[in-house]
T-cell receptor, first 114, second 114 residues
């Protein structure tokens, strides 16, 4: 039972364009959502998060949107840069009940072409 | 430098030969966790620990053991490894109550069981 799903295993975009990575979840108890970025031979690193009381959070070139009714979130990267090429994991937490426990999606490999 | 370290980084072993993957953090974090990453499945939690001598099962605990005798260390033990435990393993740590976005991940251990 995959509670967090990233349906696109890979995404390829041109440098300077927008990258949109999508994530769906099924568990209504999730109240905190995160995106992690992972380069080869390294551990995941935290990128951006959003609480369920918000529908948008922005940090520089990265914006996360949350649609609670659709149980869907997305990560927008504008403009995309070659250094953004990595695997992006969506993750969710039910912080009220589970604290730091994270449930991850399958990951999306983003490739930004120069 | 704040970090989570794992050893070894790479390990090839044979079925049934007991092994331990070590994890250590220098941030005085209470919460530590082990994940495995498999293609198409993302990261799945194996075990976690809220503090010394407090451990609990994650989503895929079968075939693994952990211990938390000291705050900084959280070793993962495979008593009798099998080929289906071939995977990429990550240790993570954070403060309890610090929020899921405060988790730091180690660099990963790639395990192959023949």
């Amino acid at each position: 039972d995959q509670q967090v799903k990233q349906n696109s295993p890979s995404l390829s975009v041109q440098e300077g364009r927008i990258s949109i990575l999508n994530c769906d979840y099924t568990n209504s108890m999730f109240d905190y959502f995160l995106w992690y970025k992972k380069y080869p031979a390294e551990g995941p690193t935290f990128l951006i998060s959003i609480s369920s009381i918000k529908d948008k959070n922005e940090d520089g070139r990265f914006t996360v949107f949350l649609n609670k009714s659709a149980k869907h979130l997305s990560l927008h990267i504008v403009p995309s840069q070659p250094g953004d090429s990595a695997v992006y994991f969506c993750a969710a937490s039910a912080e009220e009940t589970s604290g730091s426990r994270l449930t991850f999606g399958e990951g999306t490999q983003l490739t930004v072409n120069p | 430098e704040a970090q989570v370290t794992q050893n070894p980084r790479y390990l090839i072993t044979v079925t049934g030969k007991k092994l331990t993957v070590t994890c250590s953090q220098n941030m005085n974090h209470e919460y530590m966790s082990w994940y495995r990453q498999d293609p198409g499945l993302g990261l799945r939690q194996i075990y976690y620990s809220m503090n010394v001598e407090v451990t609990d099962k994650g989503d895929v605990p079968e075939g693994y053991k952990v211990s938390r005798k000291e705050k900084r260390n959280f070793p993962l033990i495979l008593e009798s490894p099998s080929p289906n435990q071939t995977s990429l393993y990550f240790c993570a740590s954070s403060f309890v109550g610090g929020g899921a976005d405060t988790q730091y991940f180690g660099p990963g251990t790639r395990l192959t069981v023949l």
